[in-house]
């Protein structure tokens, strides 16, 4: 069991834990990061307490700030807290392959046939279960924040920032921005602190003319520069990869995206798909790989730097900061999520019975999303 600072003991069972957990999640965690996140809270820290939730909390913000997919980066550092460098290795592996395999043969059988294969139903019904869990996980997550009496405060004000439209990274760095500088003025004991939010066709037809080497570098550079959520990378693919460099159109842009929704694990797992589109095999494993090592070598100096930035005063009130206008950003997900997914009677009901089973039970998330997924496509086919 982890210690919550990343001391772990390392052997064949934390890693066949870590390999099977991950994978089981890369299979099942439909819904985005904070439906992501969710899972993996529920997961590490309610089932089986690899640390606390306070420095769950803490990778969760610490990755944030981070380029990258952030659900995967917080993936890899629970499996570095569990397994040091080869529990992180595994972790991202084993999440990263099921969608990456997913959105391969969907990217197949697009370049094949022309279209994909249709799904309304499965995300009809398993959307509505992702909401409840990301709601649950939110109340859980918010108490652990809210460590302070004015803490709730800068949440509702990062919050109201977020469902305006500010960018989740300022909000987080203004998050931290203000309980770093609420920590300062006490630490000078100054008598009064001013606090700012921050102003807010199908196919491979061009698969001939690029070579590997400029998509990897393409790819490379996206996982390095691209911050915030899955949908944030939809904005610089199309600059990249539709205005600036050709490589594929819109439509083809919009149907990876698609790809990446509809599988479980990561939305930059589109990148299979665009790496498939456009190069073949060998594009989709050039792509993938391009766009996700560089989450490895970030997610670990995130795991290996929360714990030590708890022991400085104000790093850790930057810290809290972050976690507090994380969950802000979490909810403001939410109530995005929650009104595309509950849509009519069947999936209300889906929605409130999964919340339900979250509360009075100690059922498997996993078990919550096949279910409203099932009972989704059935009700679908008879609409």
């Known amino acids: 069991m982890g210690d919550g600072s990343g001391r772990s003991s390392l052997g064949e069972n934390a890693l066949g834990e870590i390999a099977l957990l991950f994978l089981r999640l890369g299979l099942t965690a439909f819904g985005g990061p904070a439906a992501h996140l969710g899972l993996m809270e529920r997961e590490a820290v309610t089932r089986r307490r690899w640390m606390s939730r306070e420095s769950f909390l803490d990778l969760v913000g610490a990755c944030n700030l981070l380029p990258g997919p952030t659900s995967t980066e917080v993936a890899m550092s629970l499996g570095y807290t569990r397994g040091r460098w080869p529990g992180l290795v595994v972790a991202g592996v084993c999440f990263i392959t099921p969608a990456a395999l997913a959105t391969l043969g969907l990217a197949w059988a697009y370049v094949k046939y022309g279209s994909l294969p249709q799904a309304q139903g499965l995300l009809y019904g398993a959307k509505p ?127 990876a995206v698609t790809a990446g929704q509809i599988t479980p694990g990561p939305l930059f797992a589109s990148a299979t798909f665009l790496g498939y589109v456009i190069g073949g095999w060998g594009g989709a494993a050039v792509a993938t790989l391009a766009i996700f090592v560089p989450s490895f070598v970030l997610a670990g100096a995130a795991a290996m730097l929360a714990g030590r930035v708890r022991r400085s005063a104000l790093a850790g009130a930057f810290l809290d900061g972050v976690n507090v206008a994380a969950v802000a950003v979490m909810a403001s997900v939410a109530l995005t999520l929650g009104r595309a997914a509950l849509v009519d009677g069947w999936t209300l009901g889906i929605g409130i019975a999964s919340f339900g089973l979250l509360i009075g039970t100690k059922v498997n998330p996993a078990w919550l999303i096949l279910g409203g997924a099932a009972v989704g496509m059935a009700a679908h086919g008879l609409r």
């Open 129 to 255: 279960a992702m909401v409840a869990l990301v709601v649950h996980a939110i109340l859980k997550l918010g108490r652990a924040a809210l460590k302070t009496a004015w803490l709730p405060v800068a949440g509702i004000a990062c919050l109201a920032a977020a469902l305006l439209g500010a960018p989740p990274l300022a909000v987080l760095l203004a998050g931290g921005g203000v309980t770093l500088g609420v920590a300062w003025g006490r630490r000078r004991r100054s008598s009064a602190v001013g606090l700012a939010l921050l102003p807010m066709g199908v196919g491979g037809g061009a698969a001939s003319a690029v070579g590997l080497l400029p998509l990897a570098l393409a790819f490379l550079k996206l996982g390095v520069v691209v911050f915030g959520s899955g949908y944030v990378l939809l904005a610089f693919l199309q600059a990249d990869l539709v205005d600036r460099l050709h490589w594929v159109t819109q439509g083809q842009l919009l149907d």
